[in-house]
T-cell receptor, first 113, second 116 residues
C-alpha cells in the first residue's frame, strides 16, 4: 500500500520544547516537502528536498530544521525559536519537475501551550 | 514571479446544482496548474492537473477545469454537487522559472458548502 505517512496525528508540547514530526514515503519519490497550514492562509512551504542529503529553505524556514538521510524519510523539527508553532503540518512528496503533482500525507496537528 | 488568486473564499450551493470555483493565476512561464481538495483535518488529494496538453481537463469525482490562457484562469466546475463534495479546494500553479528549480504556489482556498 503506497503512500505517505505522518505521525503522530495530534501532538501537544509545552512552549520552549523542540518537537520532531515524522514523514515517511514509499512512493520512491526523489523530492519531499514540508508545509504549514493556518486557517485562511493556504499552504506555506517550510523546507523541501530534491535529493538525499540536500535540502532548501522555503518561504517560512525560520524556527524549523530538517534532515534527509534516507530517500524515504524527511523529519521536521519545530524548534523553540519558532514564535507561533501551533499549526497543521503537511508533508508531501513528488517526482522532481514542475509538471509532477505532489502527494500529501494526512498531516500532524501540533499544539504548543 | 507567479501567484494564484482564488476569487471566492466561500461558495455555498444546493445539492444537485452546479459548482463553480474560480481561480486566476499569474506566471512568467508556461505553467502547470492543479486543483486539490482537502476534507477537514486531512491531507490534500489531487483532483486534476493541466500540463500543456488538452485545455479541458477532467478529474476525479466528476470535476473538470478549463485552462484559458487569454483570461489566465483555471476555474473548477462540476455539473451537479453532492453532499460529499463539501470540503476546501486549492488552486495551485507551478512553473519552471526557466531553470531546473520550480516553485509551487497555493491559493488561499475556497470552502465549498453543499446544502441538502
Amino acid at each position: 500500500d503506497g503512500g505517505i505517512t505522518q505521525s503522530p496525528k495530534y501532538l501537544f508540547r509545552k512552549e520552549g520544547q523542540n518537537v520532531t514530526l515524522s514523514c515517511e514515503q514509499n512512493l520512491n519519490h526523489d523530492a519531499m516537502y514540508w508545509y504549514r497550514q493556518d486557517p485562511g492562509q493556504g499552504l506555506r512551504l517550510i523546507y523541501y528536498s530534491q535529493i538525499v542529503n540536500d535540502f532548501q529553505k522555503g518561504d517560512i524556514a525560520e524556527g524549523y530544521s530538517v534532515s534527509r538521510e534516507k530517500k524515504e524519510s524527511f523529519p521536521l523539527t519545530v524548534t523553540s525559536a519558532q514564535k507561533n508553532p501551533t499549526a497543521f503540518y503537511l508533508c508531501a512528496s513528488s517526482s522532481w519537475g514542475s509538471s509532477y503533482e505532489q502527494y500529501f500525507g494526512p498531516g500532524t496537528r501540533l499544539t504548543v501551550t | 514571479a507567479q501567484s494564484v488568486t482564488q476569487l471566492d473564499s466561500h461558495v455555498s450551493v444546493s445539492e444537485g446544482t452546479p459548482v463553480l470555483l474560480r481561480c486566476n493565476y499569474s506566471s512568467s512561464y508556461s505553467p502547470s496548474l492543479f486543483w486539490y481538495v482537502q476534507h477537514p483535518n486531512k491531507g490534500l488529494q489531487l483532483l486534476l492537473k493541466y500540463t500543456s496538453a488538452a485545455t479541458l481537463v477532467k478529474g476525479i469525482n466528476g470535476f473538470e477545469a478549463e485552462f484559458k490562457k487569454s483570461e489566465t484562469s483555471f476555474h473548477l466546475t462540476k455539473p451537479s454537487a453532492h453532499m460529499s463534495d463539501a470540503a476546501e479546494y486549492f488552486c495551485v500553479v507551478s512553473d519552471d522559472s526557466g531553470g531546473s528549480n520550480y516553485k509551487l504556489t497555493f491559493g488561499k482556498g475556497t470552502l465549498l458548502t453543499v446544502n441538502p
